[in-house]
């Protein structure tokens, strides 16, 4: 494969685990320099030194994005550290699954501030450096993928406050694309069904068990994470008059 990024600088928030894991590797092996965000930072160094030892360039910056300070110096440390910025994968997310009569409301706030607030925080950090890139000669063009879900598009039982996250997720997406997409700013909605990575884990023990046996029989071969990082590096790497504005990306085995 012929490396299409070679130069650019690429941000992946939520690279400690799953889809911004695979997507960083995805991201070093097209030939950007890939910045690596997430809380656990030994999780980050491992990734980094593996993203080397195959011959790319990483760096690790620990940083809970729910905090609008940290989320700030992140890009800035990015910046900083390698010049530019033309990518910005906003993918780290947290899906608490439970009724809305017994659901606790703090567990609400967690989703809202990572998968809203975080999100918003990168973005508008991010876009000063991303309207620059993509008025430079590299490629005249800068990506911002957001991850949503299938659940921005359809709403179930159970999953009420995490939908309302990933449908705002959608809404704020298309409407920022309408707004600089002429600035040469691509702005990309990805909506993955399941993929098999850490993001059910964080929930109790009987939704957990409660998914394992509706999931065996739903949902029998669900995505990998390389699957949604290749869907991404498509994304980002077509001629800069192409924009993906969205890509609903399913397991076969998911109706
Ligand atoms: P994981 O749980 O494996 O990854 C979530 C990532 O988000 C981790 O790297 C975690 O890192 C990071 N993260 C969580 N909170 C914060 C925070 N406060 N600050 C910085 N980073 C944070 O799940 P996935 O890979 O599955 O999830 C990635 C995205 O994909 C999410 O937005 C999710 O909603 C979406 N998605 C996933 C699907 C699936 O079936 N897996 C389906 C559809 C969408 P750390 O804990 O180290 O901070």
Not at 185 to 190: C, D, K, N, S
Request: hydrophobic share 45%; glycine share 8%.
């Amino acid at each position: 494969m012929t490396a299409k990024l070679t130069g650019t600088v690429a941000l992946v928030t939520g690279a400690s685990s799953g889809i911004g894991d695979a997507t960083a590797r995805a991201l070093a092996e097209q030939g950007a320099s890939v910045a690596v965000v997430a809380r656990r930072k030994d999780r980050l160094d491992t990734l980094v030194a593996e993203i080397e030892g195959a011959g790319g360039t990483a760096y690790a910056v620990p940083a809970d994005i729910t905090d609008r300070s940290q989320a700030e110096q992140a890009v800035a440390e990015v910046v900083n550290q390698f010049g530019r910025l033309d990518i910005l994968i906003n993918n780290a997310g947290l899906m608490l699954l439970g009724t809305v009569v017994d659901q606790e409301v703090d567990e609400w706030e967690r989703m809202i501030a990572v998968n809203q607030n975080g999100l918003l925080y990168m973005t508008k950090a991010a876009l000063p450096h991303l309207l620059a890139a993509a008025d430079d000669e590299l490629r005249g063009v800068a990506d911002i993928i957001n991850i949503s879900s299938i659940a921005g598009r359809q709403a179930w039982a159970n999953f009420a406050a995490y939908n309302m996250t990933k449908f705002g997720v959608n809404g704020f997406t298309e409407a920022l694309r309408q707004e600089i997409t002429k600035k040469h700013i691509r702005v990309g909605l990805l909506e993955p069904g399941a993929v098999e990575t850490e993001l059910i884990s964080h929930n109790n023990d009987t939704i957990k068990s409660d998914l394992a046996v509706s999931d065996a029989k739903n949902i029998p071969e669900k995505l990998q994470p390389e699957d949604i990082a290749e869907s991404i590096a498509y994304m980002v790497t077509r001629h800069r008059r192409s924009s993906i504005a969205e890509l609903w990306a399913m397991p076969t085995s998911q109706a």
